[in-house]
């Protein structure tokens, strides 16, 4: 046989093409880059938080609660920034991305664009409605002031309450009849003849309700268009086909390796045919010495380079080469294997990693055909690791002697199988608790809506909130608040039955499929995993926790439109349970009232917001009586905050405390009650020097105070301001709140004791891991949990309770104080006992505090801004 | 309105844990101080204001962003129209470099969202620099000092993007921290006067505060100028930079709107309005009322609102800002 060189040129150019297929393929193949789909993710979600965040703001700036607009135009860069970023990232994709992404990220900028729009709007038009309805109450004040000292005010007083009444009524439901009736009165009060002195604050009244009936319908569309412009629900689009994409481009990868594993074979025999040519031919062997040696080297340290395993053997099926992948994967090195049988360094095993598969290579060599496995098997290496791998084997045709010997190359597929694994379950479920995610929720939803709709199935959907979840979050960081829906996954899917679905919504929300389920049972269910997680602590570093959950049901019928609708249901009666008290299950109803009832949350925030301004809270007080000398009067009283609705009935603080909590409201009704009662305090020392010293008022502060850093500035400047002893003022605060937040309550107690203040603990021995932490809470009294109290006459264990505590406190150093008094033989057990103060009904009823103490008279809460002004004036 | 109501609670379902960030202080005042600092790379501000001075930066090498920003003159020339490359009056009223950063927008018709933007505009603009980029940007690198510090603080060539880095990373650091009015924000009550502090009662009671908000007290919302009264018809001879942000947007309902100047140093920001035509405070806070409120305010209140508005004038560089440089 002749060897010229023009040929060695040509196999040199072949090798070469095959190497540049398989960088080719091997480049192309290449998946999302792992960054970029991070930041894709991260961009996505924040983009949907800084939508949600607006749309909380905006709904703050219509009812007053956030007098700037900084904060807002903040949130506006932010959603522009990252649909920007968003627009960044998945240009770096371009290659792979198609034009259902470009679309889908149109929909996004389109959207922040159309909602900035709208925002602009409602800014602008918003700032004058607030305006007018400052001007339009001032007005109506002073009218109705000035009014009322002449004789002939009473008419226009009349008009201009009617007037407000009736704006009030139009802002709370602006629809055409209240409109209306603005109208009329504005038209009677015009229609009054005017003496001079009103006719200045009646123009501005009357030209300020046109302003509102003008302004609050072009800012209430604003508002809602706004709304309507569902970014997120955009963005969670343009998620969507992302991660399509990325899925399919996983799944491209996939193709472009087994064309480049494809090609390696090629590649391979390619090389086994050179060498076996070149082995074949002596003459051409020496004549090529120099050129072949390159080339064989070469030639190894391709077949060593491949990504494969590949073993060659001859025609009895011994192994005559092997590369580095090859041993890897069988254990056995090339000295081992060179020279034995194929079958015995190749251990198949199929899937399920029993059953020894076949030597491929025998029936091969016998007839002559290539062979690969249909689907990845198990390679059993010496050393017992496992690989999956897909195995072919080819012939190799020698000149003319039949057949030369076999190649066998076997692809690792292992990270591969676990990636597809990983990648589909990641797709549907929640990285952090293993729970389904809400896409694979909704569709899941989505089949069991058809199923009711065709087949008449009947399911309940149940969407649960946790409670106080924020708790956790804010006292201990989010790692805590993590564990804890990690730990309560756990619990939540061992109390369900195997055919309902599980699935974590977002944040501490989850939803919960019950299949072929009815009410009645759901409720069962759901009041099951209610109670499990009711009974559930979750500790952290120390602290523990109560955590509480409200659920709402909702019924799968043939009756229900879509997911949105059946999940929109289900939240909405999750908010009802929240509302109805915590730790509840409400079922939805078509004709839900509790849409009612959160409408009337938002306008509790406004009635909040407008009592602190125009005093509409009432303080009333309950007397804490000295338990062995009750019939002399009161000294300490616990001072309660009742509102006095427009129609003069009197509401109890359960009424809007929830709402005042929701949105952070209960700091500034602290501050309000701590500015009244300093004032009136201040005043009556003032006016009657002397007389009062032995007066004791305890004042109550929310988790919301005792979590803001500026209190103790606040109570520390009014004191002063108001020439207060501190003495004569006592804080509670609940065991609970001071324990989980001790790191902020330790010292704002300390600060202020060390002013004066006094200092109690509410609701002492409700949590029962307390005692430790009365150690480090340096307060004076220590307030015994009502729950044990009432029942001390009764209950012996109970009784036992009290005085534990009690002894307990008094070795401490610590005043005592009985909650639930509420009957004389109570009072007898616990002066045996030896506690130091009652408080209860039948101790005293709460009263308001100018009757309990007539020379503390209820001034306007001062301002802080003008307080020098005041003082003087007090003087 | 029981359905936005319904829309409103729906939104806020979610926010149910209280996640809505809401401090006592943001309720209590709409006005908020300047932050007292900022962190930006000093090389690249030095940069800036070289840039910002320089002359070179306009086609006939006349006309510098600090020839009509005069940064010793509260930020702005003092005229009611600046002169244009062609020694012509402008068409508007050149608005203050300070505290630009923390305007939502720039410019009058608030058409810029960036600094950036801003510059870019105003270095083509033909009645300003009237220039182009490879104009410009052969000139800057021709000459060394330039060539040097690009490199030094960019660590490459003179370059558009660095050029309006450099000039938009300089006016942010133009902010004039603790105003006398921001010291009482912190506490001192004692930082202004009992005349100011009442015209500070008096802006939030007229309703001045109700655009007049924020760190800038202003420009951080579009209004309309003229919203009880017709402005332009009482003032006359209406111009295309009245139209204000219809100007750029086209929509009816945007004629005559603009963005909310800042209060920030107004004290020193004579004359007022986008059209430079009102000549002391006093009297731009008699026509606000006139025309924005539908009042004609009490001379004594005018002068407590303008005493408020003196205690706006921030420090820059630790000095306060003055009337004369």
Redesign the interface.
Known sequence: MKFRTAPNIWHLLGIGLLLTILTASYLMGRPIDSDVHARILDHGRSLIEAN?NL??QI??L?SG???????V?ETV?NL?RRSAALGIELSKIAGQSTQAIAQALEGVRAAVNAKEEQV??F??TN??L??SL??FS?AAQQLIVVADHTVAGTPITRTTGTLVARMLAYT????EQNTELVRQSLAALEGLALPPKFAQDAR?LA?HARAVLDLAPAT?SA??NL??MDVAKRARELLSVYLDQYAAAEQQTQIYRRGSYAVSILLVFYLIFLFARLQTSAQALTRANRALSTQKERAEKTLHAIADGVIATDARGVVTDVNTVAEELTGYGQGEAVGRNVRDILHLVDKDGKTRLANPVAPVLQSGTAYRTSQPVTLLSKFGTRSAVEVSVAPIGSDEAGLGGAVLVVHNVTQTQELISRISHEARHDSLTGLRNRSEFEQLLAEAIRGAKTLGDSHMLAYL??????VVNDTCGHVAGDELLKQLSTILLTKVRTSDILARLG???FGLLLQGCGVAQGQEIAEKLLGEIRDFRFSWKGHSFDVGASIGLVPIMADVVDVAEAL?HA??A??AA?DLGRNRIHVHTPDDSE??R??S???WVSEI?RSLEEDGFELYCQPILKLDARDRPATHFEILTRYRARDGELVLPGAFIPAA????LM??ID?WVIATVFAGLGNLTRSNPGAHDDLLLTINLSGDSIN?P?LR?YVLIQAQHHRLNPRQICFEITETKAISNLQRTVPLIETLRGAGFRFALDDFGSGLSSFGYLKTLPVDFLKIDGSFVKDIVEDTLDHAFVSAINTLGHVMGKTTIAEYVEGEAIAQALQKLGVDFGQGFGLGRPIPLREAIPGLSRGRAPDI?????DAQTAD | ???????????????????????????G????PIPQSTELPPQRVALGERLFHDVRLSKTNTLACATCHIIALGGMDRRARSRTAQGEPDVINTPTVFNTA?N?RQTWRGEF?TLEEQAEADLSNPRHANTDWDELLSKLRAIPEYRRDFSKSYGGDVTRETVLDALATYQRSLITPDAAFDRFLR?E??AIS?GA?RG??LFK?Y?CV??H???NVGG?????LG??RDYFTARGNVTMPDLGRFNVTGQE?DRH?FKVPSLRNVALTAPYLHDGSIATLEEAIQVMGRYQL??ELPAQDVMSIAAFLRTLTGQYQGKTLADTP
């Open positions: 949600a749309d909380e709904v703050l219509r609660l956030l007098r700037h607009y900084d904060p135009n860069d522009r602009e709007r800014k602008s700032a004058l607030q305006n400052m001007y001032m709370r439901a602006p629809h501005l030209q209430n508002l809602s709304l309507a909130d946790l409670d106080q979840f924020k944040g501490d929300e929109s939240d909405i999750c908010y929240k849409l009612v959160r409408h949350e938002l306008q917001r909590e929701r949105y952070n700091g500034a501050r803001d500026s500035d801004w003008s307080s020098s002004a | 309105m029981l359905i936005l109501g319904v829309v409103v609670c729906t939104r806020l379902g979610h926010a149910s844990d209280g996640r809505i960030p809401l401090d006592t202080a943001t309720i005042e709409p006005i908020q923390f939502f969202r506490g009550n004692k009992s502090r500070y009662q009671s309703g109700s655009c908000q924020g760190v951080n919302m579009f209004q309309k919203i009880f309902s709107v539908d009042r």
